[in-house]
């Protein structure tokens, strides 16, 4: 598997702070012929450039999904992860918005054995290693499905993903969490180096994960009382929005708030 981070800071669902206890993985495939995750990220080097400005990060849009599985650069096929797994997406239309992660497989015409086979294996993977991460079990009632399964839950809008595509080339749903359980029987406990003096069990991807989610709860919290005064001040004068008043700031933004200041 070949993951690739580029979050979608621009889309209004990263922009808003709600966050979720993940309890399961919707499988989304895209409805349109554009296998390359580059149609849908800004993308790099690695993964190819979005070149016709169509890609996700950008406001105005009502969708976004934690992650795209499909062709990168080199024709291979990989994930690009496009929020942090906690955060809430808006990829099901439904309720299952509060409890699963939502990947999009990046479709092709349909009609090629081998790119399915292909984005099949890194989808396992990746829905492994969600599973791994958050304790779920793949093969319980309503944990892995597809967006198709998450209507007849309830729990999402009515589309066909990925029942209108898996089946054709000789893949149910259950043989995906089947696949995925099989995944997890092999590998059970991968990339969770002990190491000397111990760093708690923690990985540096998970924690990133949860650097993420401190900053998420820090920018929920309210303007403490000694500094509502001037936090008004400071929004009143145009060098802060005023927003995440308790959240960290980089130097960029101390910098820009100073030469702002002092206009
Ligand atoms: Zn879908």
């Known amino acids: 598997?070949?993951?690739r981070r580029q979050y979608l800071t621009q889309n209004d669902c990263y922009r808003t702070d709600r966050t979720i206890q993940v309890q399961g993985v919707m499988v989304h495939s895209t409805g349109a012929n554009n296998p390359r995750v580059s149609r849908y990220v800004p993308g790099d080097q690695e993964m190819g450039f979005n070149t016709a400005d169509n890609h996700w990060d950008r406001p105005g849009l009502t969708k976004c999904v934690?992650?795209?599985v499909g062709k990168f650069a080199d024709g291979e096929p990989g994930t690009v992860q496009t929020l942090p797994w906690t955060h809430r997406g808006w990829h099901?239309?439904?309720a299952a918005n509060n409890t699963h992660i939502g990947f999009e497989i990046c479709e092709d015409g349909l009609d090629?054995?081998?790119y399915f086979q292909k984005i099949y294996e890194e989808s396992v993977q990746l829905t492994a290693m969600l599973c791994r991460q958050f304790k779920l079990d793949p093969l319980a009632e309503g944990v892995v499905i597809c967006?198709?399964?998450g209507h007849q839950l309830g729990?999402?809008?009515q589309h066909v993903d990925v029942l209108h595509w898996f089946p054709k080339r000789g893949k149910s749903m259950d043989d995906f969490r089947q696949d995925v359980a099989a995944r997890l029987r092999e590998d059970p406990e991968p990339e969770e180096p002990e190491e000397e003096g111990g760093d708690g069990g923690v990985t540096y991807e998970q924690w990133k994960e949860f650097m993420e989610r401190y900053r998420q709860e820090l920018a929920q919290l309210p303007?403490?009382?000694w500094g509502l005064e001037e936090l008004e001040r400071g929004v009143a004068q145009g060098f802060t929005d005023?927003?995440?008043p308790q959240d960290l700031a980089t130097r960029q933004e101390v910098v820009s708030m100073i030469v702002r200041a002092e206009k």
């Open 1 to 3: 598997m070949r993951l």
């Open 66 to 68: 934690h992650a795209f």
């Open 92 to 94: 099901a239309g439904g």
């Open 112 to 114: 090629d054995p081998v």
């Open 147 to 149: 967006h198709a399964e």
């Open 155 to 157: 729990i999402a809008s």
């Open 223 to 225: 303007s403490p009382d």
């Open 242 to 244: 005023g927003q995440r």
